[in-house]
């Protein structure tokens, strides 16, 4: 009787370990700790991660003169939003690796092109503040010269990670993604585990 | 008088030779090419000035002969080339030239989101949603075909 008992304790013990873990998956990079000045399409200044915080996120980095794969990434986002049941308490924010050339008007112009609606928040910075970012969220982006179009220094593409991140309410990144190509719902129901 | 007839000889033959030559270019733009070429389902991003786009499509040879897509042009980019989007195991993700694709006969090429598709760089003006833009695909066999294709978000949209 008591080893019965003790057995189905420790039964229940593991189920709810098992839940709690798959609740609260673990921290891909921690972003809590640090703060990054970036501007708006509007040119504001925006604190990321903290002025999320309390929001869970889903982020993607994107350049506006990327004319096939950003977009695809950018329609990705638009269907994980589509996806979820509700919106309440989720923001979306593409962060540009080329802040060379995407100032806050264009992304302004990119954000309008694409009907990203308010939920949306496209960021640029300066170049050492983005760089410092990127650095620690292990996103890779590097110009990459083709000759037939190599006429001026503005004229480049970019290698650069294909990547989503969901971050939860602190500021942690806890999912990862392919960006042009992870299923949205498969993001979705991920989102609905941290609320 | 003898020099005379020699050069009404030359000059007679060489008219001939020319006519001939003529003729002859003529009859090669004339060759009959049995079945088409084919563009469809074409639609290309939206972009603004100065900025990149990206146009689709597909590309059917219906032709008996292999073709080969030689240049592309548009009134609505500086230059437009065919270019392909890779990924490595890495998970970065890149662009390059694809170069003058052959298109077997009776085959197709798709031109598709991640993959191949035309580059159209620097608009020389705004692609809005449910404008359309020109696009002229130049084959080497059978010449150069235009297509008028949509400006849409994604290729199921409107």
Not at chain 1, 80 to 87: M, P, R, W
């Amino acid at each position: 009787m008591i080893t019965s008992t003790l057995r189905t304790f420790i039964l229940t013990l593991l189920t709810c370990g098992l839940l709690v873990a798959c609740n609260n998956p673990e921290t891909i990079i921690n972003m809590s700790d640090t703060s990054y000045s970036l501007l708006n399409t509007d040119s504001t200044a925006v604190s990321f991660p903290d002025d999320y915080k309390g929001n869970i996120t889903v982020i993607s980095f994107i350049y506006t003169h990327c004319p096939d794969v950003c977009p695809v990434i950018t329609a990705n986002m638009k269907n994980i939003q589509s996806q979820l049941e509700d919106t309440t308490g989720i923001q979306f924010v593409e962060i540009s690796f080329d802040p060379e050339r995407d100032t806050p008007s264009v992304l302004a112009n990119y954000k309008s092109n694409f009907k990203l609606n308010e939920q949306f928040t496209l960021l640029t910075g300066t170049q050492a503040n983005v760089d410092s970012l990127l650095g620690k969220m292990n996103i890779l982006a590097e110009k990459s010269r083709i000759d037939s179009v190599q006429q001026d220094s503005n004229q480049y593409f970019m290698k650069h990670s294909n990547t989503i991140y969901v971050m939860d309410k602190q500021g942690r990144i806890k999912f990862e993604y392919m960006g042009s190509a992870v299923p949205p719902e498969y993001v979705a129901e991920d989102i609905n585990k941290l609320r | 008088m003898i020099s005379k007839k020699i050069l009404l000889i030359t000059a007679t033959a060489l008219f001939f030779f020319g006519c001939s030559s003529q003729s002859d270019q003529t009859e090669t733009k004339k060759t009959v090419i049995l079945g088409k070429m084919e563009l469809s389902n074409g639609w290309a991003r939206p972009g603004s000035k100065g900025q990149n786009s990206a146009a689709y499509m597909r590309i059917a040879n219906g032709t008996a002969s292999n073709d080969t897509l030689l240049n592309i042009q548009s009134s609505a980019a500086e230059k437009a080339e065919l270019h392909e989007s890779y990924q490595d195991e890495n998970n970065i993700t890149g662009m390059r030239p694809a170069g003058q694709q052959v298109i077997a006969e009776s085959e197709k090429l798709y031109l598709q989101p991640g993959g191949l598709h035309i580059m159209l760089m620097n608009l020389q003006r705004n692609l809005a949603v449910r404008d359309t833009l020109s696009i002229s695909l130049e084959f080497a066999r059978v010449g150069t075909k235009n297509v008028n294709i949509p400006i849409k978000l994604r290729s199921t949209s409107n």
